[in-house]
């Protein structure tokens, strides 16, 4: 059942989770295992998720051991050429690095123009940046799921497994030679080897619980010079860190490609976050503190505090926090999705008949309503949310349907232009497809 969000605010909401597979966060019952499939069951193996939690999970690495073919479909060679010829890498998203050092920029990226079009455009130096990694230097695409689906829905998988923020990033070498030190990272990173071996140390010693934005010079080198555990990770291999971790990854002498998967968990300082700015609307918090007159300024603290403390102990707080993490999550990972031509049409054209076919390609159809949000009766719903609702039910009760059919159906909830626009965002989803 489709269960429908109370603001117009959560219709795109609704639509980005339902399109991009996101589900809401999970509450299973203590003892009851919880089912596990997707890319996350490929890499863990034979391990339950209840099991990685436990044991793994922000507490202790694991070796995840496959075959060599596992990850190769990911980011195949001639995928990542395409890449490298194609896009217009920003500073950012394409970076080289070697013996512990960013490359400069200009080294292997340039701006050009063509007489058409005077607007620079970021290109790839390809002799420069294919010597430089002769020569050791390792390369890195930033997010790299912007711009591949089958990384997306690894990431995406993932992220609906563990109920956290993933990113995730390609780094190549052909070479010897280090792109990094001796490092931490302030989150939790899975390591899937696609392509090549490449040797990976840990030093024992770990920071605890960092958090992102605190510097690496803050803190202690491992007092340890030979490292605690020592492997090289072959093709189809992972690896699972948690964050503070000290290790070394050197590439072994041979063409290798790996992904680090980044996992960022809410954390306490989240909550605490998310908890004053849920009271920003609060007439209590946007009293001047009166502090001149010491009597009336305790008393007003005193309140300020019987607030937050009330707000804490709520018994949905929590459920209320996960769902408004697992939105933002999904709103901050979406990719654009367009549904041209039906999107953009106020009517169908004659070229396209109404004898046409609604395919739901999607039963993820299902979305949790955060408990602070009640659902309003059927005549208090905006017009869109309750349009929403009603295909989503037609469809999954007789899909495939002809187009004409569903238009029909539809007429009485919305103007047809209304219905095709929903329909346009839902096929660019890829919820619903249409075809003859």
Same mark, same amino acid.
């Given at each position: 059942?489709?269960?429908?969000?109370?603001?117009?605010?959560?219709?795109?909401?609704?639509?980005?989770?339902?399109?991009?597979?996101?589900?809401?966060?999970?509450?299973?019952?203590?003892?009851?295992?919880? =089912?596990?499939?997707?890319?996350?069951?490929?890499?863990?193996?034979?391990?339950? /998720?209840?099991?990685?939690?436990? *044991?793994?999970?922000?507490?202790?690495?694991?070796?995840?051991?496959?075959?060599?073919?596992?990850?190769?479909?990911? %980011?195949?060679?001639?995928?990542?050429?395409? /890449?490298?010829?194609?896009?217009?890498?920003?500073?950012?998203?394409?970076?080289?690095?070697?013996?512990?050092?960013?490359?400069?920029?200009? @080294?292997?990226?340039?701006?050009?123009?063509?007489?058409?079009?005077?607007?620079?455009?970021?290109?790839?130096?390809?002799? !420069?940046?294919?010597?430089?990694?002769?020569?050791?230097?390792?390369?890195?695409?930033?997010?790299?799921?912007?711009?591949? *689906? &089958?990384?997306?829905?690894?990431? +995406?998988?993932?992220?609906?497994?563990? @109920?956290?923020?993933?990113?995730?990033?390609?780094?190549?070498?052909?070479?010897?030679?280090?792109?990094?030190?001796?490092?931490? !990272? &302030?989150?939790?990173?899975?390591?899937?080897?696609?392509?090549?071996?490449?040797?990976?140390?840990?030093?024992?010693?770990?920071?605890?619980?960092?958090?992102?934005?605190?510097?690496?010079?803050?803190?202690?080198?491992?007092?340890?010079?030979?490292?605690?555990?020592?492997?090289?990770?072959?093709?189809? @291999?992972?690896?699972? %860190?948690?964050?503070?971790?000290?290790?070394?990854?050197?590439?072994?002498?041979?063409?290798?490609?790996?992904?680090?998967?980044?996992?960022?968990?809410?954390?306490?300082?989240?909550?605490?976050?998310?908890?004053?700015?849920?009271?920003?609307?609060?007439?209590?918090?946007?009293?001047?503190? =009166?502090?001149?007159?010491?009597?009336?300024? *305790?008393?007003?603290?005193?309140?300020?505090?019987?607030?937050?403390?009330?707000?804490?102990?709520?018994?949905? +707080?929590? !459920?209320?926090?996960?769902?408004?993490?697992?939105?933002?999550?999904?709103?901050?990972?979406?990719?654009?999705?367009?549904?041209?031509?039906?999107?953009?049409?106020?009517?169908?054209?004659?070229?396209?008949?109404?004898?046409?076919?609604?395919?739901?390609?999607?039963?993820?159809?299902?979305?949790?309503?955060?408990?602070?949000?009640?659902?309003?009766? =059927?005549? !208090?719903?905006?017009?869109?949310?309750?349009? %929403?609702?009603?295909?989503?039910?037609?469809?999954?009760?007789?899909?495939?349907?002809?187009?004409?059919?569903?238009?029909?159906?539809?007429?009485?909830?919305? =103007?047809?232009?209304?219905?095709?626009?929903?329909?346009?965002?839902?096929?660019?989803?890829?919820?619903?497809?249409?075809?003859?």
């Amino acid at each position: 059942m489709l269960l429908v969000p109370s603001r117009m605010d959560d219709i795109a909401d609704v639509l980005m989770s339902v399109g991009q597979g996101t589900q809401m966060p999970r509450n299973s019952a203590d003892g009851e295992a919880r =089912p596990l499939n997707g890319w996350l069951a490929t890499i863990l193996g034979g391990m339950s /998720l209840d099991t990685f939690e436990a *044991e793994h999970l922000d507490h202790e690495m694991a070796f995840l051991p496959g075959q060599p073919e596992r990850f190769v479909g990911l %980011l195949p060679w001639p995928e990542l050429n395409r /890449l490298l010829e194609t896009t217009a890498f920003t500073r950012h998203t394409l970076r080289m690095a070697m013996g512990g050092t960013l490359l400069p920029t200009s @080294d292997y990226l340039t701006e050009k123009t063509n007489r058409v079009d005077p607007v620079p455009m970021t290109r790839v130096k390809a002799r !420069d940046v294919t010597d430089r990694l002769r020569k050791g230097a390792t390369l890195i695409i930033n997010d790299i799921s912007a711009l591949s *689906e &089958p990384i997306r829905t690894l990431q +995406t998988d993932i992220q609906n497994a563990l @109920d956290a923020n993933v990113a995730v990033n390609m780094y190549a070498s052909l070479c010897d030679t280090s792109g990094f030190s001796r490092h931490w !990272d &302030p989150h939790d990173v899975l390591i899937l080897q696609v392509h090549g071996s490449k040797r990976w140390q840990l030093f024992g010693q770990r920071v605890l619980q960092p958090v992102n934005g605190e510097a690496m010079a803050r803190t202690e080198q491992p007092a340890l010079a030979e490292p605690t555990w020592d492997r090289v990770l072959r093709q189809g @291999d992972a690896l699972y %860190l948690p964050r503070g971790y000290w290790h070394l990854a050197t590439p072994v002498g041979e063409p290798t490609v790996h992904l680090t998967v980044s996992i960022v968990q809410p954390n306490g300082l989240d909550y605490v976050e998310w908890i004053f700015k849920s009271l920003r609307g609060e007439a209590l918090l946007r009293k001047t503190v =009166p502090w001149r007159k010491r009597s009336e300024a *305790e008393g007003y603290l005193h309140s300020v505090r019987e607030l937050v403390v009330s707000s804490v102990s709520r018994t949905d +707080t929590l !459920d209320m926090f996960k769902r408004d993490v697992a939105l933002a999550t999904t709103a901050s990972r979406c990719v654009p999705r367009f549904g041209l031509p039906w999107s953009a049409m106020n009517d169908l054209p004659p070229s396209i008949g109404t004898n046409s076919y609604v395919y739901l390609v999607s039963q993820q159809l299902a979305v949790d309503v955060p408990p602070s949000r009640a659902v309003p009766a =059927p005549s !208090d719903l905006d017009r869109p949310v309750e349009l %929403l609702h009603t295909l989503c039910d037609y469809l999954r009760d007789r899909a495939p349907v002809r187009l004409g059919e569903c238009l029909e159906h539809l007429s009485v909830h919305a =103007p047809k232009h209304v219905v095709l626009e929903l329909l346009g965002d839902l096929a660019a989803r890829h919820v619903i497809d249409i075809r003859s």
